[in-house]
Nanobody, 117 residues
Framework: QVPLAESGGGLVQAGGSLRLSCAASGRTFSRMGWFRQTPGKEREFVAVIYWSTGRADYGDSVKGRFTISRDNVESHMYLQMNSLKPEDTAVYYC????????????WGQGTQVTVSS
């Protein structure tokens, strides 16, 4: 079993919005984040939230457009994506780790986001 499962991806027109969800497998982590990857490109950091404080950081390409949040009751994480651009098209991955820094230990299988012109 994988500890994380993403959902909410799909096809949207430029300027539209999508909300991604990530479900943890029955527990919380020190931090949870979102990454994305397009064929031929390196994995790109999108956002992270530190569970105990709620502090969030974002990649430069999504600042002001994306918002990461958490649900303490259900141990879920969300990524609200607004003002989507074609360059946001990618497979989006949920990630989690028990440490506050370093490489993430747990990954979901990914959900496809496609933004059309």
């Amino acid at each position: 079993q994988v500890p994380l499962a993403e959902s909410g991806g799909g096809l949207v027109q430029a300027g539209g919005s999508l909300r991604l969800s990530c479900a943890a497998s029955g527990r919380t982590f020190s931090r949870m984040g979102w990454f994305r990857q397009t064929p031929g490109k390196e994995r790109e950091f999108v956002a992270v939230i530190y569970w105990s404080t709620g502090r969030a950081d974002y990649g430069d390409s999504v600042k002001g457009r994306f918002t990461i949040s958490r649900d303490n009751v259900e141990s879920h994480m969300y990524l609200q994506m607004n003002s989507l651009k074609p360059e946001d098209t990618a497979v989006y991955y949920c990630a989690a780790d028990d440490d506050l820094v370093g490489v993430y230990a747990y990954w979901g299988q990914g959900t496809q986001v496609t933004v059309s012109s």
